[in-house]
């Protein structure tokens, strides 16, 4: 868990002991600000039988029953609605109200939780509202979003928000215990910062790239599908370019890779891809991909 968690634990803690846990529960926060962790915690712990208290931070058990199904992921007073990327629609919503219709099986409380809430269609959150109204005095509800000001107003009002602050910049590395050798660290980079297996994609990303652009041998379909099969790569390749260009300002330690004309042609031709993709709503994504290296490769043989 995120040290910057602790004040929210701390908090929730506090309202679940005095009985005041509200029960709509909206956690926002940017990506990988930790709001899966905090929320998975939340669960487990109002699921619990006997919560420990430590250094008034409630944590659950492990032993109990609650406890052992959870870990097993067959608790069955809890319902997982996820977008998977797409929207949540109308049904996923009403398969919630269902669900907090009937008696708890274990007798205790009942969670839900709604990953990425910014993607309800409107009548779907329209739904939502009803349950939201009504609340069962052991029923939670727990929403996440990176989008709060996507939601409607009305979801919003109903709902206890926590917003996830992580620290920026130098803290932030001091936090996650990372040398900082990169002053121009910034919260949008979170994902990679905190997460070893992202950090290690990214890395390789930024390889391959350079690579491409240092013509050095490298398959272009492995650039290709590295640039297709990732929802990073639109911020990977600005992140890539803007680096360069950094470095080669000297602004950066490294070395330069391509003098500074290549540079700047190849950073409006990734910027006018990334335009493209941000606007065109059914753009062909490999296309743009596509024509971006085609693009690029004319530059560097210049
Ligand atoms: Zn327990």
């Known amino acids: 868990m995120h040290s910057w968690l602790d004040q929210q634990q701390l908090l929730l803690s506090k309202q679940i002991t005095q009985i005041k846990l509200p029960h709509a529960i909206l956690i926002s926060g940017v990506e990988s600000a930790g709001k899966s962790e905090l929320s998975q915690w939340l669960i487990k712990v109002l699921s619990c039988n006997k ?22 992921n067959t608790y069955p007073d809890h319902l997982l609605i996820e977008s998977g990327g797409k929207s949540i629609g109308v049904d996923q919503v009403r398969q919630a109200s269902r669900f907090f219709e009937k008696t708890a099986q274990l007798g205790h409380c009942k969670t839900a939780l709604i990953t990425a809430a910014h993607n309800m ?9 009803k349950t939201l109204e009504e609340p069962n005095p052991d029923n939670y509800i727990v929403l996440l979003t990176s989008e709060l000001e996507t939601l409607l107003p009305t ?9 996830i602050r992580p620290p920026v910049g130098e803290k932030l590395l001091a936090e996650l215990k990372l040398s900082g050798t990169d002053p121009f660290v910034n919260l949008s980079q979170l994902k990679e910062l905190s997460d070893p297996s992202v950090n290690e994609k ?22 290709l599908s590295l640039l297709n099969d990732n929802s990073d790569s639109v911020r990977w390749l600005e992140k890539v370019m803007v680096k360069l260009m950094r470095q080669q300002y000297n602004w950066l330690e490294g070395d330069h890779l391509l ?44």
């Open 51 to 72: 919560p420990e208290n430590v250094q008034s931070v409630l944590m659950p058990c492990k032993s109990c029953k609650s406890c052992l199904l959870h870990r097993s």
């Open 259 to 302: 003098n500074e004309k290549v540079i700047w042609a190849i950073y409006q031709l990734v910027l006018s891809a990334i335009k493209q993709l941000k606007l065109l709503m059914q753009a062909n994504k490999q296309f743009i991909f596509e024509k971006l290296l085609v693009d690029i490769t004319v530059v560097i043989n210049k």
């Open 155 to 163: 979801i919003i009002s109903r709902c206890f928000i926590i917003d």
């Open 202 to 223: 990214y890395q390789n990303f930024e390889h391959c790239f350079c690579t491409f652009l240092q013509k050095k041998p490298i398959n272009l379909s492995e650039v």
């Open 121 to 129: 269609t409107v009548s779907a959150a329209n739904a939502l509202l």
